[in-house]
């Protein structure tokens, strides 16, 4: 859930963009899957969001890893290479001139219809969905409006037993129910809790917040998506010496914090300014990550050597 922020581009901008569907480019408008479809009747499908920074995905092998794992979690075994679905995220970007990206990819277990049980005939559909997004490193401009506001919601996180949180699915209706409960305050963001009351996630975004000048984060060992920003931002305070403490939190505890941000995808990080209408704001340990995020993002991709920290962990991991 929490690496798929909303893109922010208007319905306006995708007329004219090209769509990647089962193999062939497609205009946005006209570009369609049959109504057969798996990931459509079922929510039988996998998805990742990813972003383009001069026209490179950012970390595609901790995406695909973890594309592999929400397969293996479904039972699907979609019979694609990760080269064959990285070509058609590249075919993609490059249909659509595009280097500054929101990219969405989806793998469904195809059409086979009629029928609650899969088939277990190898019949894979990928869709390929791009927005454009600003530029983003050193000096660049934030997808979002503003920091975030965030409301705990009654809608609890479903279980790992019941359904694995690093599965991401097309079935998003636990993240839309929480949205939907903030329709009430308006707020950005909703916090979601689990089945006894612990801190997760949000709707979309990993949570960080800071207390007693530690990082803190909800651990994986909960019903928490591994987000390849937060590993990033892990690896990043690591590196910087900051304490970093990953277990259970309280609502409590997020609401008296010093200050707090979110992380997804797009919105990389996010400084949060409100929990249940309690102020936080950002602080130091917020604009220092999101400095040495930005940093990161520069030389990985636009070519800068002179950034002010280390990268964040290897290439080939999820981070």
């Known amino acids: 859930m929490s690496d798929g922020g909303d893109s922010g581009d208007g319905d306006d901008e995708s007329r004219s963009l090209r769509y990647h569907v089962d193999g062939e480019l497609a205009p946005a408008e006209s570009a369609s899957i049959p109504v057969t479809d798996r990931g459509f009747l079922y929510g039988d499908a996998a998805f990742e969001t990813l972003r383009a920074y001069g026209g490179e995905v950012f970390h595609w092998d901790a995406h695909a ?3 592999a794992e929400t397969c293996d979690a479904l039972g699907m ?17 490059a249909a659509n001139d595009l280097d500054e990206a929101y990219v969405r990819l989806s793998v469904t277990r ?11 005939a190898v019949d894979p559909r990928v869709v390929v969905i791009v927005e454009p997004l600003s530029r983003g490193g050193r000096g660049s401009d934030p997808v979002w409006d503003g920091p975030a506001t965030v409301q ?12 694995p949180a690093r599965a991401k699915t097309h079935n998003y ?27 997760t996630e949000g709707a979309t975004s990993n949570l960080f917040f800071v207390e007693d000048d530690a990082l803190c984060t909800p651990s994986l060992d909960g019903p928490v998506l591994p987000g390849i920003t937060r590993r990033v931002v892990l690896d990043l305070a690591r590196q910087e010496g900051i304490p970093i403490r990953e277990r259970r939190f309280t609502p409590d505890d997020v609401r008296g914090a010093n200050e707090a941000f979110l992380t997804n995808s797009t919105w990389e990080l996010r400084p949060v300014e409100t929990v249940d209408g309690i102020q936080v704001g950002d ?12 940093d990161y993002v520069e030389r990985r991709h636009y070519g800068d050597d002179n950034g002010d920290s280390d990268d964040g962990g290897d290439d080939d991991g999820e981070n």
């Open 65 to 67: 890893d973890r594309l």
């Open 173 to 199: 209706l636990n993240g839309i129910l929480a949205r939907v409960e903030l329709r009430v305050t308006g707020a950005d963001e909703a916090l979601m809790l689990d089945a006894d009351g612990y801190v």
């Open 77 to 93: 075994d979609h019979g694609l290479s990760d080269d064959d679905l990285r070509a058609r995220i590249d075919e993609t970007l």
């Open 110 to 120: 195809g059409s086979q219809g009629g029928r609650l049980t899969p088939a277990e």
């Open 283 to 294: 602080g130091p340990v917020t604009k220092l990550l999101s400095r040495l995020y930005d």
């Open 152 to 163: 705990t919601v009654k809608t609890r996180r479903i279980p790992d037993r019941s359904l």
